[in-house]
């Protein structure tokens, strides 16, 4: 069981490229979002779904898009990459019921020169 | 931002010494969560306690819960070098699920031999 698997753990961009960075998960969970975490700040959220076709904004939201049109894979792409885009990405699923804890892939790792 | 907050930043402890970090956060909740993230790696829940408990224990692990100052703490006892690492709470911000979780700015923990 792989769980929630992030590709890729290292990116380098340069300012004004795009990328996506890809999510999947194998456990069949209806929720999936996307963080970034900066240094001395949690993780904050950057966008959510709750199920396929279904996607929202978080905190910290402009200048990346996302989609969902399978339960397995949630993508977050960045249009247009800013050095303030430079950050550890966590993609993270969790079921709406019976619910415990979220699970959190192994992040990728993005620097924007 | 809703972001919590947590102190210390950092704490560093012999072995066997027990190690107590707070976390305080800004809205009403369902639940709270307790994630520990290992250098250069992904979140791993460690425990949940709901906003109708005021303790639980997992091994090692004490959560305490005052929803009244919006507060918690975590206690691992009789810590070892392996439980370096940082330490994150984390809330539901009242919504349903898991798919907008608040974390706090984090305490990194170090345990020496």
């Known amino acids: 069981n792989a769980g929630v698997t992030q590709t890729p753990k290292f990116q380098v961009l340069k300012t004004g490229q795009s990328m996506t960075l890809q999510c999947a998960q194998d456990m069949n969970h209806e929720y999936m979002s996307w963080y970034r975490q900066d240094p001395g700040m949690g993780l904050r959220l950057i966008h959510y779904s709750v199920g396929a076709g279904i996607t929202d904004q978080g905190e910290v939201p402009n200048g990346y898009n996302v989609s969902r049109s399978t339960t397995e894979d949630f993508p977050l792409r960045l249009l247009s990459a800013a050095p303030s885009q430079t950050s550890v990405y966590f993609c993270a699923s969790s079921r709406p019921t019976g619910r415990t804890e979220a699970f959190f892939g192994q992040g990728t790792r993005l620097t924007v020169v | 931002s809703q972001q919590g907050e947590e102190d210390p930043q950092a704490l560093s402890i012999q072995e066997g010494e027990n190690a107590t970090m707070n976390c305080s956060y800004k809205?009403?909740?369902?639940?709270l969560q307790w994630y520990r993230q290992n250098s250069g790696r992904g979140l791993v829940h460690l425990i949940l306690?709901?906003?109708?408990?005021r303790e639980k224990h997992s091994g090692r692990l004490r959560v305490t819960l005052d929803t009244s100052k919006k507060s918690s703490s975590l206690l691992i006892t009789a810590s070892r070098a392996a439980d370096t690492a940082s330490y994150f709470c984390?809330?539901?911000?009242?919504?349903?699920?898991?798919?907008?979780?608040?974390f706090g700015t984090g305490t990194r923990l170090l345990v020496s031999p």
């Open positions: 984390a809330t539901d911000g009242g919504n349903t699920g898991f798919q907008k979780l608040v």
């Open positions: 306690i709901r906003s109708n408990e």
């Open positions: 809205t009403s909740i369902n639940n």
